[in-house]
């Protein structure tokens, strides 16, 4: 799944929420928006982890 195809669906299902996708050896900025949701894929494209800005612990399920 592509970048851009994977953000328009989260876009769907989380409406209103902030949300990034970030490329395992990639780089982000490191502000915190609370409740603004990272989603971290592997070399593959696969979902490696979820992160919530504020939260204390990664959801690292991977899917």
Do not use: C, K, Y
């Amino acid at each position: 799944m592509e970048h851009r195809e994977l953000q328009e669906i989260l876009n769907q299902q989380l409406p209103g929420r902030l949300l990034r996708v970030a490329q395992a050896g990639g780089f982000v900025t490191q502000d915190v928006v609370p409740g603004r949701i990272t989603v971290w894929l592997d070399e593959t494209g696969r979902v490696a982890s979820v992160r919530v800005d504020g939260a204390t612990q990664a959801l690292e399920e991977a899917v």
